[in-house]
């Protein structure tokens, strides 16, 4: 079974653009969660989809949001970009995101802003 | 708010030795504690999970020790090898029964050396 993929695996933007990343989750699975990795906050969750509606959100502006499709692949899309949004960016999947279903990680996406 | 702190932030152990990293929580409602194991250029991958009805789980030479009371838990990887050395992050979610998102701790640097 082929794990979670992102497109693109690396990206660099400027400052005030807008980016829009994708993910394909395992085949099988409906939940679909992003989270932001950077060295000085660490891991941090930003949104789930389950069934293309938004669960649940973390903490994060509006200028970042997402989407799930009927076939389940997911995308975030993060707009004025700031040099602040420099960071990984990982895609887990999951069978029903319930806690104790395991999230299955994609390779991330790795946005540079200049 | 950081609800799930990790100690140490890095961590030097001979081949063969116990590696130990901690890790403490805040918020009661918690009822998963996975934890994660991350490679350069690699998403997180799941290494072991705990839930909070028992005080300790162990796959293999990885061993989950979980003090409800304490509100901590810890991971022992016994008989450290080279292929060991990576970032652990310690998380925990809360099982709303149809949402969840994992709150990872700051993340702890492993190195197994020979």
């Known amino acids: 079974k082929a794990g979670v993929t992102q497109t693109p695996r690396y990206l660099i933007k400027t400052r005030g653009q807008q980016v829009t990343l994708s993910c394909s989750p395992i085949s099988g699975h409906r939940s679909v969660s992003w989270y932001q990795q950077t060295p000085g906050q660490g891991l941090q969750f930003l949104f789930e989809?389950?069934?293309?509606?938004?669960?649940n959100k973390g903490n994060f502006p509006g200028r970042f949001s997402g989407r799930q499709f009927s076939n389940s692949r997911s995308e975030m899309n993060v707009s004025t970009l700031e040099l602040g949004d420099s960071a990984l960016y990982l895609c887990?999947?999951?069978?029903?995101?319930?806690?104790?279903?395991?999230?299955?990680f994609g390779p991330g996406t790795r946005l540079t802003v200049l | 708010q950081q609800q799930v702190k990790q100690s140490p932030q890095s961590l030097i152990v001979q081949k063969g030795g116990i590696s130990i990293i901690n890790c403490a929580y805040e918020n009661t409602a918690f009822d998963y504690f996975p934890w994660y194991q991350q490679f350069p250029g690699k998403g997180p991958a799941l290494l072991i999970a705990?839930?909070?009805?028992?005080s300790e789980k162990k796959e293999g030479r990885f061993t989950i020790s979980f003090n409800k009371s304490a509100k901590q838990f810890s991971l022992h990887i016994m008989d450290s090898q080279p292929g060991d050395s990576a970032t652990y992050f310690c998380?925990?979610?809360?099982?709303?029964?149809?949402?969840?998102?994992?709150?990872f701790g700051t993340g702890t640097r492993l190195q197994v050396t020979l």
């Open positions: 705990i839930r909070p009805d028992v």
């Open positions: 998380a925990a979610s809360i099982n709303t029964g149809t949402a969840s998102k994992l709150t």
């Open positions: 989809y389950f069934s293309e509606t938004q669960r």
């Open positions: 887990a999947s999951s069978t029903s995101g319930r806690s104790y279903n395991e999230q299955f």
